[in-house]
């Protein structure tokens, strides 16, 4: 059975960087696309990127956090990272990885991704 499981989270200070981690159990991430989203409390999932399986590589990035996130992966640990520089306040909330259903990264629509991990919060201090 596959499973996305992301770490990386905590409490940082504004202006602060985290990474994030996104390790596949049952899956082997770099055959597939894989995104990162945000939810806030009251809101739905927002996508922040997504990086497109190994057979293309393309990265996809949301206007949400623009140049202040990277995406990569480590196809060796089976893992996708998220990088984030400059965290503010109101970057605080749950990150998700989660999976496409296609093996290029289309849009960020919750519907089109079809694994999700349990997340990992991320709190940004003023």
């Known amino acids: 059975q596959a499973h996305l499981v992301e770490s990386g989270g905590g409490l940082v200070q504004t202006g602060g960087s985290l990474r994030l981690s996104c390790v596949g159990s049952?899956?082997?991430?770099?055959?597939?696309?894989i995104g990162w989203f945000r939810q806030v409390p009251g809101q739905g999932r927002e996508g922040i990127g997504c990086?497109?399986?190994?057979?293309?590589?393309?990265?996809k990035y949301s206007v949400l956090m623009g140049s202040r996130v990277a995406i990569s992966r480590d196809t060796a640990r089976n893992t996708v990272y998220l990088e984030m520089n400059n965290l503010k306040p109101e970057d605080t909330g749950v990150y998700f990885c989660?999976?496409?259903?296609?093996?290029?990264?289309?849009?960020?629509?919750?519907?089109?991704?079809?694994?999700w991990g349990q997340g990992t919060q991320v709190t940004v201090s003023s």
């Open positions: 989660a999976r496409d259903v296609g093996p290029l990264c289309r849009s960020f629509r919750s519907s089109e991704y079809d694994l």
């Open positions: 049952g899956i082997t991430l770099n055959l597939h696309s």
């Open positions: 990086l497109s399986s190994s057979s293309d590589g393309s990265l």
